[in-house]
């Protein structure tokens, strides 16, 4: 069975950074896509961020787009959502999640969510 685990989350001011890290575990990971989810009270759960089986190829959503980096260490199972000029806006909680199908990129295919961190923007 998969088990997501993030941690790195916190209160920031704004302009400020975090480094979210999420540890996999349960099975290989190696030809799975993973990504970054977030919601924020009173909305949907929304898309962040995709990086693909061997780390060369990322999506972000296009609001934090060059300030946001996604990574993945395939030797140690991780995943690690980089986030500089952080904004009020980015305040929610964020979900590590893994594609359910092999050799995907597609945001439609993540699934098998952790139990997510909380980031909080002060202005």
């Known amino acids: 069975q998969v088990q997501l685990v993030e941690s790195g989350g916190g209160l920031v001011q704004a302009g400020g950074s975090l480094r979210l890290s999420c540890a996999a575990s349960?099975?290989?990971?190696?030809?799975?896509?993973m990504g970054w989810f977030r919601q924020a009270p009173g909305k949907e759960r929304e898309f962040v961020a995709i990086?693909?089986?061997?780390?060369?190829?990322?999506y972000y959503t296009d609001s934090v787009k060059g300030r946001f980096t996604i990574s993945r260490d395939n030797a140690k199972n991780m995943v690690y959502l980089q986030m500089n000029s952080l904004k009020p806006e980015d305040t929610a909680v964020y979900y590590c999640?893994?594609?359910?199908?092999?050799?995907?990129?597609?945001?439609?295919?993540?699934?098998?969510w952790g139990q997510g961190t909380q980031v909080t923007v002060s202005s």
């Open positions: 990086i693909n089986w061997t780390g060369d190829t990322t």
């Open positions: 349960g099975r290989t990971f190696t030809n799975y896509a």
């Open positions: 999640a893994v594609s359910l199908r092999p050799y995907s990129t597609y945001a439609s295919d993540l699934g098998s």
